[in-house]
């Protein structure tokens, strides 16, 4: 079982789309402590996509609701969102993009280290 690592870069990007979305830190924390790779799109170098619902918020299914990106840290135990973003107000993200919030996750997380 992993346990979710909540670092500032993530935790500006959900307040921001908490402000419209009230349920989604709810959702978010569910899914994390449900998380199985097995179940879940690998993006290559332990990098997951998650498909979330919030259904109190959204009534609809995953399909145009929210992906949420994930870092796992498989020495720690941990698992470590990147990023997630709302499928109805864009079609995907770019691998530029994915790459950069990542820098930032992986910044944060040596400074969280140390």
Known sequence: MYKPLW??????????????YVHLQEVITKALHRFRKDQTV?????????????KKDIPRGKNKS???????LETKSALVPVTIYFKGDRRDMSVRELNDHLEVILTELRSYEN
């Open 66 to 72: 929210f992906r949420l990106v994930l870092l796992v």
């Open 7 to 20: 670092l500032p870069h993530f935790g500006r990007q959900l307040k921001q789309l908490s402000k419209k």
């Open 42 to 54: 690998s993006l290559g170098d332990n990098l997951y996509k998650l498909r979330l619902a919030s």
